[in-house]
Nanobody, 117 residues
Framework: QVQLVESGGGLVQAGGSLTLSCTGS????????MAWYRQAPGKQRELVAT???????NYVDSVKGRFTISRDNAKNSLTLQMNSLKPDDTGVYYC???????????WGQGTQVTVSS
């Protein structure tokens, strides 16, 4: 059974930092395309950052220069370092593994990030 478990969310003031972690069981992060998504209240889920199985990294424009996605293959974990946080970064953050066509993707349960102004 595959499980993705996020941690590290919380309440922080604008300008502060948080580090989100996602650990996986029953799957191997290093050979898969991984990502962080977020969903703000009343809005659709949004792709925040991706790291491909070969290491290619991409970010949504709104977080470029502030967020860093990384993967620790030895620990089978995914991290999102978030700096210079803004109130617009508030939302539930989800760890995601994209699977081949025909196989459902894997999602974590989400971790709440709240940035106060």
């Amino acid at each position: 059974q595959v499980q993705l478990v996020e941690s590290g969310g919380g309440l922080v003031q604008a300008g502060g930092s948080l580090t989100l972690s996602c650990t996986g069981s029953g799957t191997i992060f290093s050979i898969n395309n991984m990502a962080w998504y977020r969903q703000a209240p009343g809005k659709q889920r949004e792709l925040v950052a991706t790291i491909g199985r070969l290491g290619a990294i991409n970010y949504v424009d709104s977080v470029k220069g502030r967020f860093t996605i990384s993967r620790d293959n030895a620990k089978n974990s995914l991290t999102l370092q978030m700096n210079s946080l803004k109130p617009d970064d508030t939302g539930v953050y989800y760890c995601h593994q994209r699977n081949p066509a025909g196989t459902p993707d894997y999602w974590g349960q989400g971790t709440q990030v709240t940035v106060s102004s």
